[in-house]
């Protein structure tokens, strides 16, 4: 096991790693910018260096200032956490020049994954189901118009670069298919500075179903089931749980192997996340490839007992996977909403500022903080604006909603504008409740949760 890991990010999930490490008795190094002189994640370390400006660019993302804080401090490996350098194919390579290991995949594994018609192609060859489209070199509105007719609309655009859900448009009919095109286009050329695309059949009541899957460098391969994150706004997760509810036995093994056929494809080691659509009628499909860790992965180690950032540090040490599949086994419901600094009603615009009274709801065997924030602390225009994420667990879904209920009614923010209103009518919400839900569940009860 190594005796000292940098943590190459700030906020919950590097406080989040450091615990594990600390609990392993595995030294931690955290860096910070200008504004997380004071953070929570600086003072959690065991020692600490300064990398620079405020702006990610100028430290977190500045991946040769990572490296030099390896050297001068002796960390023998990096944990990315996720986002910045977390998928960082160039950072990977600067690593092991440099004799760093870095807590994750294969840099081969994060190239393969790095873009969606890619991933997609290598899919196909490992017989994991596709969302039939088209996902080739070529590129022309007219080819996408071809491909879209031949399907039959509605149809969906999408960057192969593209990531936050960005750089996507639904097409309903063959007249909006050049605009589309245009704008997810330039989209994507400012976002991703890529503007490749593909096109996939559009499903219009799909659910998000991910498999967690864990690999390590002695050829084995496990999942860790499921968790759903169907609850979106603007394609973007907003509560996560595992299991999924209604999901049986057999799509559950089926969904498990297809996500170890996808991570074996790529040579995965590490923890990956594979994410499908669900149709109603059952069928599957592959989506993308997330080489990291989630920041849902809590509902996962919930359910499991398992802490996926001691198997990370494990595996990348060299160490085998601690367990088979037959012997991992899921127990009770968990669920994980993010509490952000925010305003639902002023189409959730990020608010910054002091939070001058923050009372989050005492932990225990049902509810879990995961932050990186103290009263006191400012919230910054510099970085995402989460607070922390709120897990609870529970041994059925109903006692995990009443937990959630109970936890958000405790959460006291003041100073700052937080979703934490929005998250409490979204939970109540009688079609959440019973799990009338798909991706467009926010959307279509727009007028109830606003
Ligand atoms: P990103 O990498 O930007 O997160 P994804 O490809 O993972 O993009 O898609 C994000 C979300 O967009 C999905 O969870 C789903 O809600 C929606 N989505 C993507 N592709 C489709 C599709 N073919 N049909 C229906 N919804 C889709």
Request: a negative charge; charged letters at 25%.
């Amino acid at each position: 096991m190594f005796t000292k890991i940098l943590i190459a990010n700030r906020g919950e999930i590097a406080c989040r790693v450091i615990k594990t490490a600390r609990r392993m008795g595995v030294k931690t190094v955290a860096v910070y910018s200008d504004a997380d002189a004071g953070a929570m994640h600086v003072a959690m370390a065991d020692e600490a260096y300064h990398i620079g400006g405020s702006a990610a660019a100028d430290s977190y993302l500045v991946y040769e200032k990572i490296i030099d804080v390896c050297k001068k401090s002796g960390a023998q490996a990096v944990h990315p956490g996720y986002g910045f350098l977390s998928e960082n194919a160039a950072f990977c390579k600067a690593l092991a020049e440099n004799d760093i290991t870095f807590i994750g995949p294969p840099v081969g594994a994060i190239e393969a994954m790095g873009s969606k018609s890619e991933a997609k192609k290598i899919m196909e060859q490992a017989d994991v189901p596709l969302v039939p489209g088209y996902h080739g070199e070529e590129q022309s509105v007219e080819l996408m118009r071809e491909h879209a007719n031949k399907m039959g609309y509605p149809v969906i655009l999408k960057a192969a670069a593209g990531g936050g859900g960005k750089g996507m448009r639904i097409v309903w009919k063959e007249s909006e298919i050049e605009d589309a095109w245009d704008s997810a286009r330039r989209e994507a050329m400012k976002g991703f500075g890529d503007d490749h695309m593909l096109v996939e059949k559009y499903l219009t009541k799909p659910r998000h179903v991910e498999i967690q899957v864990f690999a390590d460098s002695h050829d084995e391969c496990v999942y860790l089931f499921e968790r759903d994150c169907s609850v979106q706004r603007r394609h973007q997760k907003v509560v996560e749980e595992a299991p999924a509810p209604n999901m049986t036995q057999d799509l559950r093994h089926k969904m498990g192997v297809a996500a170890c056929n996808a991570a074996r494809a790529i040579g995965y080691v590490g923890a990956g996340t594979v994410e499908f659509l669900l149709d109603e009628d059952g069928s599957f499909y592959f989506m993308e490839m997330n080489t990291r860790l989630q920041v849902e992965h809590p509902v996962t180690e919930m359910i499991t007992g398992e802490d996926l950032v001691e198997w990370q540090l494990r595996v990348a040490a060299g160490q085998a996977i601690p367990v088979k599949q037959d012997d991992l086994s899921m127990s009770g419901h968990s669920m994980e909403v993010r509490i952000y600094a925010e305003d639902p009603n002023n189409d959730f615009l990020p608010a910054t500022g002091e939070l001058k009274h923050l009372r989050t709801p005492k932990e225990s065997a049902h509810v879990r903080i995961d932050t990186g924030v103290r009263e006191g602390d400012e919230v910054s225009i510099y970085y995402d604006p989460m607070i922390s994420k709120l897990i609870v667990w529970a041994d059925t879904r109903e006692g995990a909603l009443r937990h959630m209920r109970k936890a958000l009614a405790d959460y006291q923010v003041v100073g700052l504008t937080t979703n934490i209103e929005f998250l409490a009518t979204l939970v109540s919400h009688p079609a959440f409740v019973n799990f009338d839900v798909d991706t467009g569940f926010i959307e279509r009860h727009e007028n109830d949760l606003f």
